[in-house]
């Protein structure tokens, strides 16, 4: 049997747990003035996190409705997935902007890694579950 947990408690555990930053407006605007100083632009960097993270969401409640509720894959349906899709891509190329990268460059070291993760560029489950050390 699990151990009852009391709100109150756990309430006061997350707040010991929680970084300044997040828990106060003050050193949260400090620290987005240190990440702007190093030549990031906070918020679009934001932007494009927030944004990545509600779309793909949406996305997958497209492709979740399709395998668990049934709905059909018709025209309406992939063509609201190309839409998230081109939202997916929107917020990824604005936070590619905010850090000042090169979006090639960011394609390019996909490819070295998948290709150093699995061996003669085919995918392995043993090479997907045992990775090897500093592979992120």
Do not use: C
Not at 45 to 74: C, P, R, Y
Not at 84 to 104: M, Q, S
């Amino acid at each position: 049997m699990t151990k009852a947990v009391d709100l109150s408690h756990y309430a006061k555990f997350v707040q010991a747990v929680t970084s300044e930053t997040s828990m106060d407006t003050e050193a949260f605007i400090d620290r987005v003035r240190e990440i702007e100083a190093q030549g990031i632009n906070p918020a679009r960097l934001l932007t494009g996190s927030a944004g990545l993270s509600s779309e793909g969401g949406e996305f997958n409640e497209i492709v979740k409705k399709m395998f668990f509720h049934g709905e059909n894959i018709d025209a309406d349906r992939l063509f609201h997935m190309k839409r998230e899709l081109g939202d997916i891509i929107w917020y990824w190329i604005t936070a590619v902007a905010a850090a000042g990268f090169d979006p090639n460059e960011i394609l390019e070291l996909n490819v070295e890694k998948l290709e150093k993760r699995y061996p003669g560029g085919k995918f392995s489950i043993h090479y997907s579950a045992n990775r090897q050390e500093g592979d992120i």
